[in-house]
């Protein structure tokens, strides 16, 4: 089992452009987070799937974040019009079910923003 | 807003030494925790769960739960510097249990 997969591992935007970062769970998996961390708020919650749905989506910036998951295999975040702020590492998560249990996670994809 | 809080902020211990770290929910409706430990340039990965009141321990490592406090923490003997860390506590959000809310995290450094 490879785990969590995500892709790239290191993504360098100019300010205003477009970043798509992808994650791959765990086979099986029913359950995919997204999570945001930076030393100053640490790991913040994003949003997540369960079965394909998007379940909560509460920690989102809603004018310029987006995240899909179009199939069981992958899940994807997008972010419009990067801004400086939005550096940081991206953190995908996969739990068996959801409910009070681990998640394993990706390596994380290094969002800089110049 | 439900938060997860830790401390302290940063930890040094002597190689052999103990280390305690202290979480707390703000929601009374949260019982149960897991501790998380993020070596540096790593993912975090799940270090133990605690889900009934009282003590469980593995290997060198200990977590305590009091349900009535809302406060777990974790021990760590005979600490080596490999254990040094990002140790992060997680509970789920009181009003969905799917979403898994985490602390700022407790810096271990283990010095040899």
């Known amino acids: 089992n490879a785990g969590v997969i995500q892709t790239p591992r290191h993504k360098v935007t100019g300010k205003g452009q477009e970043a798509t970062l992808w994650c791959e769970p765990i086979?099986?998996?029913?359950?995919v987070f997204w999570y945001r961390q930076t030393i100053v708020q640490g790991l913040e919650f994003l949003t997540y799937?369960?079965?394909?749905?998007?379940?909560?989506d509460s920690g989102m910036p809603k004018e310029r974040f987006s995240a899909q998951m179009p199939n069981q295999s992958h899940s994807t975040l997008k972010i419009q019009s990067t801004q400086p702020q939005d550096s940081a590492v991206y953190l995908c998560?996969?739990?068996?079910?959801?409910?009070?249990?681990?998640?394993?996670f990706g390596s994380g994809t290094r969002l800089t923003v110049l | 807003q439900q938060k997860v809080q830790q401390s302290p902020e940063s930890l040094i211990v002597p190689e052999g030494g103990m280390a305690s770290l202290n979480c707390t929910s703000s929601?009374?409706?949260?019982?149960y925790f897991w501790w998380y430990r993020q070596h540096s340039g790593k993912s975090p990965k799940m270090l133990m769960?605690?889900?009934?009141?009282g003590e469980k321990e593995e290997g060198r490592f200990t977590v305590h739960l009091n349900k009535a406090s809302l406060h777990t923490s974790l021990h760590i003997r005979d600490s080596q510097p490999s254990d040094s860390a990002l140790y992060l506590c997680?509970?789920?959000?009181?009003?969905?249990?799917?979403?898994?809310?985490f602390g700022k995290g407790t810096h271990l450094h283990v010095l040899p």
């Open positions: 997680a509970a789920p959000n009181d009003t969905n249990a799917y979403k898994v809310i």
């Open positions: 998560a996969s739990s068996l079910t959801g409910r009070a249990e681990t998640l394993y």
């Open positions: 086979s099986g998996h029913s359950a």
């Open positions: 769960s605690i889900f009934s009141n």
């Open positions: 929601d009374r409706n949260v019982d």
């Open positions: 799937f369960r079965n394909q749905a998007p379940i909560d």
